[in-house]
């Protein structure tokens, strides 16, 4: 069984696990790392939205021999991690003020893809507008969406 | 908080406890407000014996009176007793099998024997027990009961109903804990109850203060004491009323809270189901079964009925393992059957109208006839569920919204006898519906039964819109009939592909059939039943009647259920639709015809305020409208006012590929009246998570049937609301009700909203739909395969790094 290595959450990793298993599974059913949640299978839903060198992917649709070694994965469980200050990420702190979850399942998917879409907007050398909002393609069958938005603008007003 | 016991806590050792409740509370709203007619009253409930402090309601005494209301005079049953009140009725027995405990360590714990999907429950039932025992929220610890089959109807989370049937019992039980402190403290301090006070979880008397952790232990009772007590006056409440965020948001947001497939279960290796390309097919035979068993990672392969199960140690081989499999498959229930062909034998079984539409020349009639196609009820966690089935016991994990109907389901499958059967209640990723029946737990039990080891089952995606529950399709027809510019009859006759009620409000209404009989529910089926507890169109329309019909022909063919209400959401849109012809036949504004013809107050004015707030009437672009709608169920009401852009250059919006976009609601404007509201945060989440519920089912959301098949196999099929159409503006305003009994919430703006919708859409568009949701002629996108069942997971995701 061929050994995958990569970094996850800030630590080398390494598994026995073949090429083809997707990364989401190595994650869940392997590493037991359970904030990347299954909702499609397909790279649809986003629920399993989590960052590869710090931009947004979802590992349901990598196969992990496809990752490098010096592949820094971060899911949920390492958001805080990357962010300098202490506690929480500012863009969970703002889920967390504005009562987002409902259900919860698809939340982690949600911030992840907050993050690294204020990042992207950010690289671009500007703000957030409406029209980036409505591309997210996160479904939250809960229909929180209305507070999301409302967070992710909170969220990218402190992450400076 | 503090409180002191002269104001609002008696003792009455003397009197007889078997006395009757006052009466009717003049103040409360309707008729029906039998829990909360109980409010001003002292109660009844239990000290249990043992070491620490664990207490009871009794509910039941209540209960025996209720079976005098009179036949009402009104013509519509809800408006006298409604869903609620059965829900509720079925649960009074059992109130006192309920109990909360204070440990010695000072905190209360509670075991709520509901389910927590999404809806916020634990958070509100912990605020109303903060309320009563004077104890700050971080100290209450509120879990979810596994199943108990000794509460009989008392377990089941749906209707909307959780707080309406477990407010009461609940702060009965918390009243009483904190009575037992005062008096096992007055024991201590040698002085009377009503020279203390209690606060933040301590009795005081000013001078020394005893922790409620100190004296849990001597509140203890060695016997089972029967005592009475008064709950707070709703003046006082310090917890119930404020906004209070989710208990388990910091949980949700790092990843922390654990769903089904999230547990470690020693053993429980993952396992999904290869499922026949027919709805509610079987296996014959698997083909390959030792090809399969060779596979990277599999461990099982065994037969169930419903399909072929495979255990591995990825999900992601499981799947591999299924898109492998060679199967015969026996035919499904519905195979000749499409869209088409169903549709036209509802049709057929419309009940007739009683008004005759050829009448008199100064008689004016509308006629509408709505369809209503087939739609999933999943939720975005797929049905999952651990099973450890050994030959003397089994134990079960899953989100189950009626454990104890799965309990005996799971005991019936694997030959055990129920007391052997173990089933924990897990958080769910959300229901609408999906929860209430056991499918996947049973489904888990048999598999784990047969490969005798334990299994963590998960379905696919595509196998919730293929196999799994549909809120079934209906078609709702409407006749008006005016005379003299007046509304004289309105008649609505639903009819509907059987919905299932096997999961226990069927037996709700068989344990309560003699008290229904008054009221004209006798000889009713289940179905029928539900319709009539449900639907109230509170117009002054002068003879109103809504039937049901589900015919036979249906019935085990489809796998239905609810889908974050039943009915109504249909029936509203179909009214609501049927309202705006009959205003505009009448050359009146759809919201001042409502303001004339509505009978009910609390409804005027939750529709007074979205027409103040929304602006109802300003001007708007040619292709865009405004619409309004109100609906009233769950003990309270809702109005919603929407704007929709049903421009080219907005329908037309291309957002890539299998993206349904379609007219856009800008604007919704959501008026609430629930009664008492326990957490206006909570309640404010589940109007706005509504309206999108509301916005799919009228606009997006729906399942193709196609020579038995579902067609839709993922999110990138069905299209429930995403972000490029959600309103960029949503207000939601609660009202402050005349009611003191907390409503129901989670599916109280679903019907109004897609009613607003369909209303602005027929307005914007100057043409009324026929059938929702509206896209659905339409089949945008390629329906994925059938054998295999599921897609194979994609490799390319390093391409879409964002």
New interface residues.
């Given amino acids: 069984m061929p050994k995958q290595t990569f970094i996850l959450n800030g630590k080398t990793v390494t598994v026995n696990?073949?090429d083809?298993?997707?990364?989401?599974?190595?994650l869940?059913?392997?590493l037991?790392v359970?904030?990347?949640?299954?909702?499609?299978?397909?790279?649809?839903?986003k629920?399993c939205t989590s960052h590869?060198?710090g931009?947004?992917?979802?590992?349901?649709?990598?196969?992990v021999g496809?990752l490098k070694k010096k592949d820094r994965i971060t899911?949920?469980?390492g958001l805080?991690e990357t962010w300098p200050g202490p506690g929480?990420h500012p863009m969970?702190q703002a889920?967390?003020d504005r009562?987002?979850?409902?259900?919860?399942?698809?939340?982690?998917g949600q911030?992840m893809e907050a993050v690294?879409?204020v990042k992207?907007v950010r690289r671009q050398g500007r703000e957030i507008r409406?029209s980036d909002?409505?591309?997210?393609?996160?479904?939250?069958?809960?229909?929180?969406?209305?507070?999301?938005?409302e967070a992710i603008e909170q969220g990218a007003r402190k992450m400076r | 908080m503090t409180t002191r016991p002269s104001d609002d806590l008696h003792n009455h050792p003397h009197d007889p406890l078997d006395e009757l409740p006052e009466g009717h509370d003049p103040a409360a709203f309707d008729a029906d407000d039998s829990i909360g007619r109980l409010g001003r009253r002292s109660f009844v409930g239990y000290v249990l014996a043992g070491s620490t402090l664990v207490v009871a309601a009794d509910l039941s005494v209540g209960r025996a009176q209720r079976a005098d209301a009179a036949v009402p005079s009104a013509p519509q049953i809800p408006e006298l007793y409604d869903l609620e009140d059965l829900q509720t009725d079925s649960a009074l027995p059992t109130s006192a099998l309920i109990t909360v405990t204070i440990g010695k360590d000072g905190r209360a714990k509670f075991a709520f024997p509901r389910t927590e999907v999404g809806q916020g429950i634990i958070t509100s039932t912990t605020m109303i027990l903060a309320e009563e025992l004077d104890l700050p929220i971080d100290k209450i610890d509120v879990t979810l009961s596994k199943a108990r089959p000794e509460l009989l109807l008392n377990q089941l989370t749906g209707g909307s109903n959780t707080t309406f049937s477990t407010y009461t019992p609940v702060r009965v039980a918390a009243a009483i804990a904190r009575q037992q402190l005062l008096k096992a403290a007055a024991i201590q301090l040698g002085t009377n109850v009503d020279r203390l006070f209690t606060t933040g979880g301590v009795v005081s008397d000013g001078v020394t203060n005893l922790t409620y952790a100190s004296l849990a232990g001597d509140a203890a009772s060695q016997v089972v004491e029967r005592v009475r007590v008064q709950l707070r006056p709703q003046e006082k409440f310090k917890v119930i009323g404020r906004p209070v965020s989710r208990l388990d948001a910091r949980d949700a947001v790092t990843g922390k809270k654990k769903f089904t497939t999230d547990l470690k279960v020693k053993g429980a290796l993952p396992t999904m189901v290869c499922r026949p390309p027919q709805h509610q097919g079987s296996p014959k035979r698997l083909r390959n079964r030792s090809a399969i068993l060779r596979m990277p990672g599999v461990t099982h392969v065994v037969t169930i009925p419903t399909g072929i199960a495979v255990r591995a140690k990825t999900f992601g081989q499981c799947i591999d393992a299924i898109r492998a499999m060679k199967v015969d498959w026996n035919p499904g229930t519905v195979d000749n059957q499409s869209d088409a062909t169903v549709l036209a034998k509802l049709r057929k079984q419309e009940l007739p109208m009683v008004v005759p539409k050829d009448l008199p020349a100064l008689a004016q009639t509308v006629e509408t006839n709505f369809a209503f196609a087939f739609r999933s009820s999943a939720a975005l966690e797929t049905y999952a569920a651990i099973a450890d089935v050994r030959s003397d016991r089994a134990e079960i994990w899953a989100g189950l919204k009626v454990p104890i109907l799965a309990q005996q389901n799971i005991a019936a499958v694997t030959g055990l006898p129920q007391d052997r059967v173990k089933v924990n209640v897990i958080t769910g990723g959300g229901s609408f519906g999906h929860k209430l029946f056991g499918d996947h737990a049973i489904e888990a039990a048999r598999i784990s039964k047969a490969m005798k080891v334990p299994v963590k089952l998960m379905w696919h995606r595509a196998d919730e819109p293929r196999q799994g529950r549909l809120h079934p399709m209906a078609t709702s027809r409407c006749r008006a009939t005016i005379v003299a510019g007046q509304v004289v009859s309105f008649e609505q006759r639903h009819t509907s592909v059987t919905t299932d009620f096997s999961h226990g409000l069927g037996e709700m209404l068989t344990s309560l059939a003699d008290e229904l009989d008054p009221i004209g529910l006798g000889g009713l089926g289940f179905a029928e039943s539900i319709f009539s507890l449900t639907q109230e169109l509170p117009y002054n329309f002068g003879a109103l009647t809504q039937l049901l019909n589900e015919p036979l022909e249906f019935e085990d063919k489809f796998s239905t259920g609810s889908m974050r209400n039943i009915y109504s959401p249909d029936t509203c849109v179909a009214a609501e639709l049927t309202i705006d012809q009959v205003a505009k036949k009448l050359g009146k504004d759809p919201f001042k015809f409502r303001m004339e013809m509505l009978k009910n107050d609390r409804v005027k004015a939750a529709l007074q305020k979205v027409a103040d707030e929304g602006r109802w009437g300003r001007k708007m672009a040619p292709g865009t409208a405004q619409g309004i709608a109100i609906h009233k169920e769950y003990k309270g009401c809702t109005a919603v006012l929407v704007e929709i852009d049903c421009r080219p250059r907005t329908v037309n919006r291309n957002l890539g590929k299998e993206t349904v976009t379609g007219p856009r609601v800008t604007k919704a404007v959501i008026a609430v009246d629930t009664g008492l509201v326990i957490n206006p945060r909570g309640l404010e989440a589940q109007m706005q998570g509504g309206l999108m519920d509301g916005i799919a089912l009228t606009l997006t959301s729906s399942n193709h049937l196609q020579d038995g098949k579902f067609l839709e196999a993922s999110w990138d099929n069905y299209f429930y609301t995403r972000q490029w159409n959600v309103p960029k503006d949503v207000e939601v305003h609660i009202i402050k009700s005349k009611s003191q009994t907390p409503g129901g919430a989670g599916e109280a703006a679903v019907g109004s909203s897609a009613a607003a919708v369909a209303c602005a859409y027929a307005r914007a568009t100057k043409k009324v739909p026929q059938y929702f949701p509206i896209n659905h002629a339409e089949i945008s996108f390629k329906p994925k395969s059938f054998v295999p069942p599921v897609p194979a997971s994609p490799t390319n995701g390093l391409k879409f790094t964002r």
Avoid: H, M
């Avoid at chain 1, 083809?20 to 190595?26: E, G, K, P, S, T």
């Avoid at chain 1, 009562?99 to 982690?108: E, F, R, T």
């Avoid at chain 1, 909002?133 to 938005?149: A, E, M, Q």
């Fill in positions: 696990v073949r083809d298993v997707r990364v989401l599974w190595v869940r059913d392997i037991g359970t904030g990347p949640k299954y909702g499609c299978g397909i790279n649809v839903c629920a590869i060198n931009k947004a992917f979802n590992p349901c649709s990598v196969k496809d899911t949920i469980e805080d929480l969970q889920w967390i009562d987002v979850a409902q259900c919860g399942y698809c939340q982690p911030i690294a879409l992207r409406d909002l409505d591309k997210i393609r996160n479904i939250c069958r809960c229909g929180t969406y209305v507070r999301i938005r």
